[in-house]
């Protein structure tokens, strides 16, 4: 998610080649202003960013190591504005959340996004409340959302005022236990006083424990006006940062925090329910020096992968029994996580492999679906055991996948060895899924680099 970032800062880093003396400081510093500013990021942050990177080094003494420190340590400060992280929830339940934003910015389907969130890794019981009244389907949209996710929705089509259905839905919350209240309401393309005047007294009815504003990365600079406009006029607690997926730059992501002086809580970036990621200052500082997020990738892992079937594949990886139909599950596994570039920059020193999944795609990659083919040539007996592949089937199978046996050849080898290495790596728990695909693919010469 934050490859680009990510590939900006470990390319500074690298640029680096410091005799230790004020010469390679100002050089660095140059760098790694370049490469914010090519991302986008609020000028006025980068010169107060460089600055204090420069100021820390010098202060611990002209060095690769003290400028990494300082850069790390103003990055941390940067995007740890003064406020709650995360989600923060209510010492009595229901922890109630106002989602607020313009109209189109992602509030109903961050709603949705966050309500799944909270499902699955708080095991909450959420409540979504339609108080957008304003736009035509909108509460059809939720429904439909609430169905997806199989999340709560209190809705009530027969009145126009949100008022009133808030204060009904937060009865029903607190009359059937609710954990969590997540309330979507209307926006406008602008900012107008009805709208604010709406808000105003839907806030009031709600009494909400926090207001979520979501922005959308596409409108940059837009965006942080807008969220200091809210924030002014109805108070803002957090920070979401929609459609982040579709920023090539990704440098508001540094700067909101700071310039709206609200932090940052959650990244939406994609249109799918599973995309939306916590935005944990610490996690990104380390993910952006490329140091990836290993506690991030076993949240996201852990949704989609069912344990047992994880815990199976563990036994049969360690006795050297991984063949190709668990090869094949594993794909699909994978295809539930998004993309793999997004997965790509949690993993330490893969960020800057991310870029070069970019374009990779497990559904529609030429070389998968030539493994695909190969393996659906098999016989169940030689998915078991690839063993038995004598020349003779081998040839066979060359037939029935369309390849020639060369290519048979490469990629029951690559696949061998993708086994071999995931062996070696069985023993760290919940990351075997993940290191075979890895192996695999660093075994494999036909991915895109
Ligand atoms: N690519 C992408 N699209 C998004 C994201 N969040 C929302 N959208 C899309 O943006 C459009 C507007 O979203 P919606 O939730 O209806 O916005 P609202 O008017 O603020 O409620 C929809 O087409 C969403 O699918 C995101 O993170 N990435
Ligand atoms: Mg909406």
Do not use: C
């Amino acid at each position: 998610m934050f490859d680009t970032l990510t590939e900006s800062f470990t390319s500074a880093i690298k640029k680096i080649r410091f005799h230790d003396d004020e010469k390679a400081l100002k050089k660095a510093l140059a760098e790694l202003k370049k490469s914010l500013l090519k991302a986008d990021v609020h000028h006025k942050v980068v010169k107060d960013l460089i600055g204090t990177v420069e100021i820390e080094t010098k202060k611990a003494g002209i060095g690769k190591d003290q400028f990494l420190d300082a850069m790390r340590q103003a990055l941390y400060d940067l995007l740890k504005t003064e406020g709650k992280q995360g989600f923060v929830f209510a010492p009595n339940p229901p922890t109630v959340i106002l989602m607020t934003g313009l109209q189109g910015s992602g509030k109903t389907t961050t709603t949705g996004k966050l309500a799944l969130w909270l499902k699955e890794q708080k095991k909450k019981k959420v409540l979504i409340v339609a108080a957008d009244l304003q736009r035509m389907a909108a509460v059809e949209q939720l429904r439909q959302i609430s169905g997806q996710i199989g999340v709560d929705l209190y809705e009530d089509e027969s009145t126009k005022d949100p008022v009133e259905v808030v204060k009904a839905a937060m009865s029903k919350a607190k009359n059937s236990l609710y954990d969590v209240v997540l309330i979507d309401t209307a926006g406008r393309l602008a900012i107008d006083e009805e709208l604010m005047d709406e808000l105003k007294r839907v806030r009031d009815a709600a009494q909400p424990d926090e207001i979520f504003y979501v922005a959308d990365s596409l409108t940059g600079q837009d965006a942080v006006r807008t969220a200091q406009t809210f924030k002014e006029k109805i108070g803002i607690d957090g920070v979401i940062l929609s459609k982040y997926d579709g920023d090539a730059k990704g440098g508001v992501a540094l700067g909101i925090a700071s310039q709206v002086n609200v932090p940052l809580r959650f990244i939406g970036a994609g249109e799918k329910m599973h995309d939306l990621e916590i935005f944990l200052p610490e996690r990104i500082v380390n993910r952006l020096m490329g140091l990836g997020d290993i506690e991030g990738l076993a949240e996201k892992t852990a949704n989609v992968i069912d344990e047992k079937q994880a815990k199976k594949l563990t036994r049969k990886i360690k006795k050297g029994q991984f063949n190709f139909n668990d090869f094949l599950e594993q794909m699909e596994q994978m295809k539930k996580l998004g993309s793999m570039k997004s997965l790509m920059g949690m993993i330490p020193g893969m960020g800057n492999m991310a870029k070069a999944m970019k374009d990779f795609d497990l559904e529609n990659s030429q070389e998968l679906k030539q493994i695909k083919a190969l393996v659906n040539s098999m016989t169940p007996k030689e998915r078991e055991n690839p063993d038995l592949l004598n020349n003779s089937r081998k040839q066979r199978l060359a037939k029935g996948a369309g390849m020639d046996q060369m290519e048979v050849n490469r990629i029951l080898k690559q696949f061998k060895n993708a086994a071999k290495m995931a062996k070696k790596f069985s023993g760290k728990k919940g990351m075997q899924d993940l290191q075979n695909m890895m192996s695999q693919m660093q075994g494999g010469g036909k991915f895109p680099r």
